[in-house]
């Protein structure tokens, strides 16, 4: 009878596992690159305005500030 040669079975398990590691780790930078697109979008919108004034709810550069 022959012998199972269990380093080639391992070999196997351990690149499926690593093929399979890498295509969910190019799945989440797909999705997490769509989704920083949007949130970068939104974020320049929300940047300071182009007045050159403080946005709401910031201190002027120029304002004392309070102990």
Do not use: C, H, I, W
Not at 47 to 58: F, S
């Amino acid at each position: 009878m022959a012998k199972t040669n269990f380093q080639y079975e391992k070999r196997q398990k351990e690149l499926e596992k690593k093929k399979k590691k890498e295509e969910k780790l190019k799945r989440k930078l797909e999705k997490g690159s769509t989704s920083e697109t949007e949130v970068d979008e939104t974020a320049d919108e929300a940047a300071e305005p182009a007045t050159g004034e403080p946005a709401a709810g910031e201190p002027a550069a120029d304002a004392p500030k309070q102990p």
